[in-house]
């Protein structure tokens, strides 16, 4: 089954700078990368997603990238803002399954 | 839109007793339901994988005679834990897709069995 690796587990940041978490996925049927945000006691929020036959899609301050030959993507965060302090899972989909990675707790420092 | 909704949030049952989840898309209809466990500070571990009008997929190592899943609508799937055990308990929550991409996340089930 697909097996999804996400690094770094955590990451500290100054306010303004960027923040970069990277995935890799095993299972090349995976068409489908969805990157989730979860702030403390809540559900996760899809924030971006992607799929494999585009290779970088952008939304303000959030982008994602998808290397489908080497079988990575990175989510990239600019400008952060204390308020993008959260836990961030990838996520890797095929037809009939969605597994996660095991999570980066990103801390953006004032 | 994208409204899921899980129900019950809390619950605490004693040892050897079963416990319902439900998990509703309330605004869309999901073929595709899932379910995960997730541990304190840890990753959303899947169990099960539901679609409507048929039986779920299991992962392995997750045993399908305890945890049933019965999706019977497009809108509903549920979670049914047989005999629960302290072990058992876990934070539960479901996500159920719109289409063949995104998927939605429920509130989670804390289960305490005591």
């Known amino acids: 089954g697909e097996n999804v690796e996400q690094h770094p587990s955590t990451l500290s940041v100054q306010e303004g700078d960027s923040a970069v978490i990277k995935c890799t996925y095993s299972d090349s049927a995976s068409n489908y990368f969805p990157w989730y945000k979860q702030e403390l006691g809540k559900r996760p929020q899809l924030i971006i997603d992607i799929r494999s036959n585009v290779g970088e899609k952008k939304d303000q301050r959030i982008a994602v990238t998808l290397n489908k030959t080497a079988k990575h993507f990175s989510l990239h965060i600019t400008e952060t803002q204390p308020e993008d302090s959260a836990v961030y899972f990838c996520?890797?989909?095929?037809?009939?399954?969605?597994?996660f990675g095991a999570g980066t707790r990103l801390t953006v420092k004032p | 839109g994208a409204v899921v909704s899980q129900h019950p949030s809390r619950v605490i049952c004693k040892s050897g007793t079963s416990v319902k989840i439900e998990c509703r898309s309330l605004?869309?209809?999901?073929?595709?339901m899932f379910w995960y466990r997730q541990f304190p500070k840890q990753s959303l571990m899947l169990m099960a994988t539901s679609n409507e009008g048929s039986k779920a997929t299991y992962e392995q190592g997750v045993e399908k005679d305890k945890f049933l899943i019965n999706h019977a609508s497009l809108t509903l799937s549920t979670l049914t834990v047989t005999s629960a055990h302290p072990e058992d308990s876990s934070f539960y929550i479901c996500?159920?897709?719109?289409?063949?991409?995104?998927?939605?996340f429920g509130q989670g089930t804390r289960l305490t069995v005591v």
């Open positions: 996500s159920a897709r719109l289409g063949a991409g995104k998927a939605f």
């Open positions: 996520a890797a989909s095929g037809n009939n399954d969605m597994r």
């Open positions: 605004d869309f209809q999901a073929t595709t």
